[in-house]
């Protein structure tokens, strides 16, 4: 059994841009308290006018969520709030885990996806996590499917996940972000493929796995994952996408080109929980099971920050 791990690295966000020209810096990005500091513990919040959406999971079900699948289902096994979470676990040789999606529409240009994360003690890797996806309004469906295509400007799409870097990581891996976007390189190894590129922390530039900024969620215990996608002005590469963990900014990305449409809003969040499936790359590493919680999710059109106790 591996050993809980700490979150790694985080000095190197201090380290100032000595070199960068301040007029041309996107704005800072904030971290700590946020709009859920305005609501604890996250009572109201729904009705928040800058909130799309939120579920406790404390209704005991997922009438909330549209096509939710495999194994995903309400849980009272250790809740991060209340009584209630979802809980997806996979089973070797049995299922790939379990899904629910939630829609927006339209969307926005901004868009922040809040949720509490607990992997088990004995979490090894997975395959596909936390998912953000951009859609036009008369296909709702436009950016599922896309795997190893280059976007062709009616869908865009990152997600939050954690990397395995073919073992050099610790479980569960490390955080990185999944992109699918106009400007993505293709796999140097397969001609003709675009499997999504990954934005390691850091940033604002892509990083790289297994570096000296990687950032190591702990096993065992629940921590609040954030994460964000701010869309280009269209003709422009003015993009960008971040992440947080337990409130800390752990990743910032810029200058990405997301689309030519000012239409294409971020209007999809996919609370997956994505593995043993047949190209899975971390097949070495399969357990005979493993599971991860979801708790106390929050979509909004501000950064939303840990959630805020009594």
């Not at 020209?21 to 109201?44: K, V």
């Not at 297994?210 to 994460?227: D, T």
Request: glycine content about 10%.
């Amino acid at each position: 059994m591996h050993r809980p791990i700490i979150v790694l690295a985080l000095l190197a966000l201090l380290v100032p841009l000595a070199a960068a020209d301040p007029a041309t810096q996107p704005a800072a990005l904030p971290h700590g308290p946020g709009l859920g500091a305005r609501y604890p513990p996250d009572t109201g919040i729904a009705k928040d006018p800058a909130v799309f959406f939120a579920d406790d999971f404390e209704s005991g079900d997922l009438a909330k969520w549209q096509d939710p699948s495999g194994t995903i289902a309400p849980s009272t096994e250790s809740p991060h709030s209340g009584k209630f979470c979802a809980a997806a676990p996979m089973h070797r040789g049995k299922d790939t885990g379990g899904q629910a999606k939630k829609w927006f529409m339209p969307g926005a240009d901004t868009v922040f996806a809040r949720c509490y994360v607990k992997f088990s003690p004995d979490y090894a890797y997975c395959h596909h996590f936390l998912w953000l996806g951009a859609n036009p309004r008369s296909n709702k469906w436009r950016a599922f499917g896309k795997a190893g295509l280059k976007p062709d400007g009616t869908y865009y799409s990152t997600g939050m996940e954690t990397w395995f870097a073919w073992g050099k990581n610790p479980p569960p891996g490390e955080l990185h972000m999944y992109t699918y976007y106009l400007d993505m390189l293709p796999d140097p190894k397969m001609p003709g493929k675009y499997w999504g590129n990954s934005f390691f922390p850091p940033g604002p530039g892509k990083g790289q796995a297994a570096g000296p900024g990687r950032v190591i969620p702990q096993r065992g215990q629940w921590q609040c994952w954030e994460f964000m996608i701010q869309a280009n002005t269209p003709g422009k590469s003015d993009g960008r996408q971040a992440m947080w963990l337990d409130g800390q900014l752990v990743g910032d990305f810029h200058s990405i080109h997301w689309r030519d449409d000012g239409d294409l809003k971020v209007n999809v969040f996919w609370l997956e929980h994505y593995g043993y499936d047949s190209g899975d790359p971390t097949k070495p590493y399969w357990q005979e099971q493993q599971t991860a919680w979801f708790d106390d999710v929050v979509i909004a059109r501000e950064y939303i920050g840990p959630m805020k106790t009594p």
